[in-house]
């Protein structure tokens, strides 16, 4: 019933568990082996950063990287998977430590601006028009350190600049508040929307919402992907789980918040999402006392509880709810709702 819905990973999602307090506890499994698991586990897309693809990027010729992304390319089709986007990866570079499009050096802004057209060369190599732009280091540690008026404008320049590279691409903006910075620019799809209506190719630019982002903005998943959907905006989402305000969790989808899970499901399924083509993309993490053995079930977890999650959105009496509307009785909505997800 629910198979209309297509699902997706990217590859850091199956990991060796390293956190900020200890080194990795559990052994790495190559890039290959990953593919092998993605229709083991019931996906059929694979997400990209753009070094994902092309590890060495920064070091070889553009025609090297294309080769090499070429040669991901058919590793994907051998699979049967598809790319479903790719994202330039500015955090992990030292030219990227104060942020790429934002940076208050003019140098690192020029290369952030150049990674971004070889990561969309790499995009088109592996046969997707999607692009995600999580805005890692676009932000501040202590406000003094930017203008932040001149910085919302570099975004701007930022999605220009790629929407003229390659007149066929998507650009998703996946915005979180903080973690690594202190304050983000772009925290909430409100922001993204709204350089993506101020773009060149409006039309082009949409967002990816993740839901551990949302509440950490202490903003509701399912209400910012409806506010996305409303205007045909949402390109895509990392569906997980986050308890309260703390270190970006990524947890596995509806693990903390079951009826926030089943309301972001709600949300899609009322927009119609499945017919748009577009994935269900998860961005979840093996808690670290995974052994290596297990350490993809946070994957099938998560999909086998969104689909359960599809059914119990199909099954809800409608006619209760109508009726509970039209008495406005919403404590009695609410009680059909919490026994409906606890099984009657
Ligand atoms: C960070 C994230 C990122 C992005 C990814 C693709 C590592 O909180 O969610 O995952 O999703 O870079 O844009
Ligand atoms: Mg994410």
Redesign the pocket.
């Known amino acids: 019933m629910a198979a209309e819905y297509r699902f997706s990973f990217?590859p850091?999602n199956i990991h060796e568990g390293a956190d900020p307090f200890g080194p990795a506890v559990r052994p790495s499994l190559e890039f290959a082996k990953k593919l092998k698991m993605y229709k083991q586990l019931g996906f059929d897309g694979v997400?990209f950063?753009d070094d994902d693809a092309v590890p060495n990027m920064e070091h070889v010729s553009p025609a090297e990287m294309q080769r090499q992304a070429k040669d991901v390319k058919k590793m994907l089709d051998d699979e049967g998977l598809v790319a479903e986007f790719v994202?330039p990866r500015l955090w992990e570079d030292p030219r990227g430590v104060d942020g790429g499009f934002t940076a208050n050096d003019a140098k690192c802004r020029d290369w952030a601006i150049e990674r971004l057209k070889r990561c969309n060369d790499i995009g088109n190599a592996l046969g997707t028009r999607l692009r995600?732009l999580?805005l890692a280091r676009e932000g501040t540690y202590i406000r003094e350190s930017k203008n932040a008026i001149e910085a919302y404008q570099y975004l701007l320049e930022a999605l220009n600049t790629l929407l003229r590279y390659d007149n066929q691409c998507e650009i998703a903006i996946?915005p979180?508040p903080n973690e690594p910075m202190d304050h983000a620019y772009c925290p909430t799809i409100g922001h993204a929307i709204a350089l993506a209506l101020k773009s060149i190719d409006p039309n082009r630019v949409g967002g990816l919402i993740?839901t551990a982002?949302a509440l950490l903005a202490g903003l509701d998943p399912a209400d910012e992907m409806a506010f996305a959907m409303s205007i045909g905006k949402l390109y895509s989402v990392?569906l997980n789980d986050q308890n309260g305000l703390k270190f970006?969790q990524d947890k596995s989808f509806a693990a903390a918040n079951l009826r926030t899970a089943y309301n972001q499901v709600r949300v899609l399924e009322l927009g119609g999402y499945p017919e748009t083509g577009r994935f269900i993309g998860l961005?979840v993490k093996a808690m670290r006392t995974q052994k290596f053995e297990t350490s993809h079930k946070h994957l099938s977890n998560s999909r086998t509880i969104f689909l359960k999650l599809v059914e119990k959105v199909r099954t809800f009496p409608r006619d209760v709810e109508a009726q509970c509307i039209a008495d406005r009785d919403y404590e009695a909505l609410e009680l059909a709702v919490l026994q409906h997800l606890m099984g009657g």
Do not use: L
Request: aromatic letters at 14%.
């Open positions: 990217g850091w997400q950063h994202a995600v999580w996946e979180k993740e982002h990392h970006d961005d």
